[in-house]
């Protein structure tokens, strides 16, 4: 089958997914509608606010489907009636059914923001960063009822780089995926795509991420602590104690050598330096509650001593 023929159906909500599916809309096969999330309040105001996908979809005058859940019977029915060869989903933010996934007459594909069976779930990106990987990649998978544990079809690696955040290491993934699926389609369509199962036995687990997540253990050495404040940064973002408020970290360098009490604070030729238990941090930016993101060195200069972070 050639691409212009397919017959595709894209699902997507996350900002991750826009790369690829402009690929489609561009180079084909155009989908046939977008399936993503419905819109919801946000900001001050609480305003109806849909995802940003669909206005791509919009512009591209691709119909959109938001269902409050895919595993209605009426969702399921509007979906076979498109009659789609293949459903490509990536961080669509829904566990589809089995009743969903035997829908598409060729298969049911994921695009998963790793190197499986390393760190199936949601925070797949982050976890690379925080654990230290040399690096990690896009996944086209075929989607199983079990968590990103469907078959392998094809495997886009990349390295991390030392400077990564979690937020450049996103908008990177978002166009690997987009050539990663432009690669693995062509032999899907055409029945030539290798299926290589997963190793369970070498899975790891990259549960979703809560803004509690981020608070920072100073117990930890210094390199694990950088890693984990990049992995985190923009979401759910790194904090600490200090006066009975948080105070927001944004990425630090990691240094070595005693510097006190996991926690204290010291300046040092004109550093910020917080103590861990091995090495410290050097603090580039930081923000208390209720306050601007300043450098680290502009904060300190407001404060008459330099108690410990909690």
């Known amino acids: 089958m050639s691409l212009a023929d397919a017959r595709v159906v894209f699902f997507g909500s996350g900002e991750i997914a826009i790369p690829a599916f402009r690929r489609l809309i561009a180079d084909g096969p155009r989908p046939l509608a977008l ?4 819109d919801k309040p946000a900001g001050r105001h609480r305003e ?19 269902p409050e859940s895919v595993r209605d019977e009426a969702s399921l029915e509007e979906l076979r009636a498109l009659a789609p060869d ?3 989903v990536m961080a669509y933010g829904q566990i589809l059914p089995k009743a969903l996934i035997a829908i598409p007459r060729i298969a049911c594909i994921n695009l998963h923001a790793s190197i499986l069976p390393r760190h199936r779930g949601a925070s797949c990106l982050q976890a690379a960063i925080d654990e230290g990987d040399a690096e990690t990649g896009i996944t086209v998978m075929h989607v199983v009822p079990k968590l990103d544990a469907g078959d392998i079809i094809h495997a ?8 990564e955040t979690g937020g450049s290491l996103h908008d990177r993934m978002a166009e690997v995926a987009a050539e990663a699926l432009a690669q693995a389609l062509p032999g899907i369509l055409g029945g030539t795509a290798s299926r290589t199962p997963q190793d369970g036995e070498r899975s790891t687990y990259a549960p979703k991420l809560e803004r509690e997540h981020g608070r920072i253990d100073w117990t930890w050495d210094a390199e694990r602590l950088a890693r984990r404040i990049r992995a985190y940064e923009p979401w759910p973002g790194t904090w600490t104690s200090f006066d009975g408020k948080r105070i927001k970290i944004f ?13 204290s604070l010291s300046v040092v030729e004109g550093e910020v330096r917080v103590a861990c238990g091995e090495g410290f941090l050097v ?7 209720g306050s601007r993101r300043m450098p680290a060195r502009d904060w300190v200069k407001g404060l008459r001593s330099l108690p410990a972070f909690g």
């Open 156 to 163: 886009v690696a990349t390295p991390i780089g030392a400077e």
């Open 35 to 38: 399936v993503t999330q419905p």
């Open 48 to 66: 109806l606010t849909p995802p940003p996908i669909k206005r791509v979809a919009l512009e591209a005058g691709i119909p959109v489907l938001q």
């Open 251 to 263: 990425p630090a360098r990691a240094g070595s050598g005693a510097a006190g009490e996991p926690g």
């Open 283 to 289: 603090l580039g930016e930081v923000q208390p509650d």
């Open 86 to 88: 293949v459903i490509v």
